[in-house]
């Protein structure tokens, strides 16, 4: 009986340092994927964090989940959203205005010129672009619709691309249209002097 007893107890304990243990993991996790979403310089896909953080894609994924529910809960000025299949970590648009002449877009500056030329001349032909930018803009064409920032659709033999929706969730604007977005890009320009003389000359 009383050995019994014993290995009740002794089950019992187990039992409990093995929640404790689980518990403690999904909390480094947890810490874990928030740091990666914090310090990658682009969006990132949750395979790319799984690989990183050498876990399974479905702890991953739970975790993204948890810390969105987290953010969303929680007093701060930080959020986490998806861009085109990726995950990043943003200030949330309410705030963004105090931080807009530190940060960076996450975007070489080739590709937020070709951003600027299609926001301005939307909708624009592929083939119109290519004159425009050179031949680099195929590049950053793939890159902006990868990031859901543009939409291609068929016209002809070439292509037209506009902006999106989630181009202008992902940068804060409280509309998707045209002049929106021009707002936007011209306070962006005011980083490169390449861009904002474009800018002035288109507008």
């Known amino acids: 009986m009383q050995r019994e007893m014993q290995n009740r107890e002794n089950r019992e304990n187990a039992d409990g340092e093995t929640v404790e243990n689980k518990s403690k993991a999904n909390s480094d996790l947890l810490r874990i994927v928030e740091a990666i979403l914090f310090a990658s310089p682009e969006p990132i896909t949750l395979t790319k964090i799984a690989r990183i953080a050498g876990v399974k894609l479905k702890a991953v994924r739970d975790a993204v989940f948890l810390l969105q ?13 998806e861009v085109g299949g990726k995950y990043t970590m943003r200030v949330k648009p309410e705030y963004s205005v105090y931080v807009d002449r530190f940060r960076e877009l996450d975007m070489e500056r080739g590709a937020l010129r ?23 803009c195929y590049e950053h064409v793939r890159k902006l619709e990868e990031l859901g ?3 291609l659709e068929p016209s002809g033999r070439t292509k037209v691309i506009t902006t999106t929706r989630k181009f202008a969730e992902y940068f804060g604007l409280k509309s998707s249209n045209p002049e929106s977005v021009k707002k936007f890009l011209a306070s962006a320009a005011k980083r490169d002097a390449r ?5 002035r000359e288109k507008t």
């Open 69 to 81: 529910e987290e953010y969303r809960t929680r007093a701060t000025a930080l959020e986490i959203m």
């Open 114 to 136: 070709t951003l600027a030329v299609i926001a301005f001349k939307q909708p624009v032909k592929l083939s119109e672009l290519a004159k425009i930018r050179g031949n680099r």
């Open 149 to 151: 920032f543009i939409r």
């Open 195 to 199: 861009l904002e003389k474009y800018i």
